[in-house]
T-cell receptor, first 115, second 113 residues
């Protein structure tokens, strides 16, 4: 019954390879987000989306693309994976109707290791 | 620009002692919304508490925080730490019209017996 799910939960990728991380939410939320978590940096926003078929750049978009084919699904794409992209990635969703007071609901995370 | 500062990267306490995790923020907006999220190991980050009301204490699960706009602070407190409080705590700010969260760098709290 988890409202935000991510797949895969962990992945090992080779440098230069393509990686796609998927996120699915059943919250009926308009906003979806992709974050990466690194020790010492906390959560950093990569891309976000507030409507299907549209994505926006976050604070650290370089090296990442995003895709929002439907309200429920939001993917993060690494076209050419690099060692520096080894991190834990979290997807989240929030209700646009609550504006600035909206809570973000997080998925379980994907641990990506690039070798 | 807008920012959130959590000065302590790591706080280690003995069980039973009070907890205080610091959070200060900077923004040009008067309508600041502040959040504390908690991230337990092997779980997802989740909201602990939030506030937008100046000088009003907000409580949840034994933790409390008061937004002080005069000092731009939203410190997280608990009267008596428990082993189960060990986690990563994030302070976050939402302002303006894009509804994004501006995150602090997080404070890792370790409670020892």
């Amino acid at each position: 019954e988890a409202a935000v799910t991510q797949s895969p939960r962990s992945k090992v990728a080779v440098t230069g390879g393509k990686v796609t991380l998927s996120c699915h939410q059943t919250n009926n939320h308009d906003y979806m987000y992709w974050y990466r978590q690194d020790t010492g940096h906390g959560l950093r926003l990569i891309h976000y989306s507030y409507v299907a078929d549209s994505t926006e750049k976050g604070d650290i978009p370089d090296g990442y693309k995003a895709s929002r084919p439907s309200q429920e699904n939001f993917s993060l794409i690494l076209e050419l994976a690099s060692l520096s992209q080894t991190a834990v990635y979290f997807c989240a969703s929030s209700d646009a109707g609550l504006a600035n007071y909206a809570e973000q609901f997080f998925g379980p995370g994907t641990r990506l290791t690039v070798l | 620009g807008d920012s959130v500062t959590q000065k302590e990267g790591l706080v280690t306490l003995t069980e039973g002692l009070p907890v205080m995790l610091n959070c200060t923020y900077q923004t040009i907006y008067s309508n600041a919304f502040l959040f504390w999220y908690v991230h337990y190991l092997n779980e997802s980050p989740r909201l602990l508490l939030k506030s937008s009301t100046d000088n009003k204490r907000t409580e949840h699960q034994g933790f409390h925080a008061t937004l002080h706009k005069s000092s731009s602070s939203f410190h997280l407190q608990k009267s008596s730490a428990q082993l189960s409080d060990s986690a990563l705590y994030y302070c976050a700010l939402s302002v303006g019209s894009n509804y994004q969260l501006i995150w602090g760098s997080g404070t890792k709290l370790i409670i020892k017996p």
